[in-house]
């Protein structure tokens, strides 16, 4: 589960990757840092870059006003966990130039294919595409 289905933004911190010293809670539902705040790691796929928001009260970048650093290596690698897959195709699509989207999308994804169920990449696949696709 990620915060960000349930708070709002500036009520989460957002990091790049889950990291040991971030806990997964069960009876909170999401990750905590060492301070409890509630922890974001998919920043592609809540569309803010990584920031202390709620632990030090960063302030909360509008939309209109930035856009996501390019994805680095990490975040273009292949995640262990179907939550990470739709932050992973964003960062993947990003990256492919808009006459290559098409080519882009089939080998994602062919590759993620490799790793999880047809049919759950699919459903992540259209989710993005409607979003991603509305940005350009
Ligand atoms: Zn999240």
């Known amino acids: 589960m990620c915060p960000a289905q349930e708070l709002g933004p500036g009520r989460f911190d957002v990091v790049a990757r889950p990291g040991r010293e971030l ?3 069960p009876e ?6 060492p301070d409890g705040t509630a922890v974001c790691v ?3 796929r809540v569309g803010m870059p990584p920031g202390r928001y709620a632990s030090a009260g960063t302030p909360v970048p509008s939309t209109t006003t930035w856009t996501l650093p390019a994805p ?12 990470d897959l739709e932050g992973w195709l964003v960062a ?5 130039a808009p006459d290559e989207i098409f080519g882009a999308v089939a080998r994602a ?3 993620a294919g490799e790793r999880f169920a047809p049919g759950a990449v699919v459903s992540a696949l ?3 595409l409607s ?5 350009r």
């Not at 909170?28 to 840092?33: I, S």
């Not at 680095?72 to 939550?83: G, K, S, V």
């Not at 979003?131 to 940005?135: F, G, H, I, N, Q």
């Open 23 to 25: 806990a997964y809670r």
């Open 92 to 96: 993947v699509l990003r990256t492919a």
């Open 126 to 128: 259209r989710r993005v």
């Open 72 to 83: 680095t290596a990490e975040a273009l690698e292949l995640p262990e966990h179907l939550d």
């Open 131 to 135: 979003r991603e696709l509305a940005r």
């Open 42 to 44: 998919h920043p592609y």
């Open 109 to 111: 994804e062919r590759q």
């Open 28 to 33: 909170v539902g999401w990750r905590v840092g």
